[in-house]
């Protein structure tokens, strides 16, 4: 089963707008991230927050954390074309060497 | 723009070819990683290492093996290619960041396909 669900598995807005994603988990984290993928390319790290941390903002980019939940938001403020990409986030569990499990992404589609 | 690199970016090949996906990163991360990534879906680990002479397989089983014999190289190889080998393989690095979270860097992929 899958550490980390994406919701909405695609979703598309106009520029401008503001785009939402949720993640949501299921076993306790140090952190969660969130990543961008470009079609064809690797990932790029967005965002990082802390399992004792509730938000944080980078740019348009703002994420929550709810812990007692289980669950994480990405906000796009004022989309671009630019922003069009699959959206990742990733959970690392607590423990020793533990590694990052990625969801299955959503793809976000911003129209001119 | 992350200092990974993996070669080939593209590879087409027949069916029992012994084929060596090339990952190096000159950032001095002692952690590697190998992703298979299929089209739209989620990231599938199937090889690790924290570090020289150290791999373990991931959470996927795959028939590939990996080395580690310098801090800057990860190549995966595939002994005999098959058809259900194709997908995207992704490969990626990390340190640890004070307070210990684990922030990855990522090639830009190899897209294989076997014919």
């Known amino acids: 089963s899958q550490q980390g669900e994406e919701d909405p598995q695609a979703l598309s807005i106009q520029e401008g707008e503001n785009a939402t994603m949720n993640c949501s988990y299921k076993t306790s984290i140090n952190n969660l991230q969130w990543y961008r993928q470009n079609s064809g390319r690797g990932l790029v790290h967005l965002i990082l927050i802390r399992s004792n941390e509730r938000e944080k903002h980078s740019g348009r980019l703002r994420v929550t954390l709810d812990t007692s939940k289980k669950s994480s938001s990405l906000l796009i403020t004022a989309s671009r074309a630019a922003d069009t990409a699959s959206y990742f986030c990733a959970t690392e569990r607590t423990g020793a060497n533990s590694k990052l499990t990625f969801g299955k992404g959503i793809t976000l589609s911003v129209r001119p | 723009e992350a200092d990974i690199y993996q070669t080939p970016r593209y590879l087409v090949i027949g069916t029992g070819k012994k084929i060596t996906l090339e990952c190096s990163q000159t950032m001095g991360h002692d952690k590697m990683y190998w992703y298979q990534q299929d089209p739209g879906m989620e990231l599938h680990l199937i090889h690790y290492?924290?570090?020289?002479?150290?791999?373990e397989k991931g959470d996927l089983s795959s028939e590939s093996t990996v080395s580690r014999i310098r801090t800057e190289h990860f190549p995966l190889t595939l002994e005999s290619a098959r058809p259900s080998h194709t997908s995207q393989y992704l490969c990626?690095?990390?340190?640890?960041?004070?307070?210990?979270?684990?922030?990855?860097?990522f090639g830009p992929g190899t897209r294989l396909t076997v014919l």
């Open positions: 290492s924290y570090g020289v002479n150290s791999t």
């Open positions: 990626a690095s990390s340190e640890y960041e004070r307070g210990g979270a684990d922030t990855q860097y």
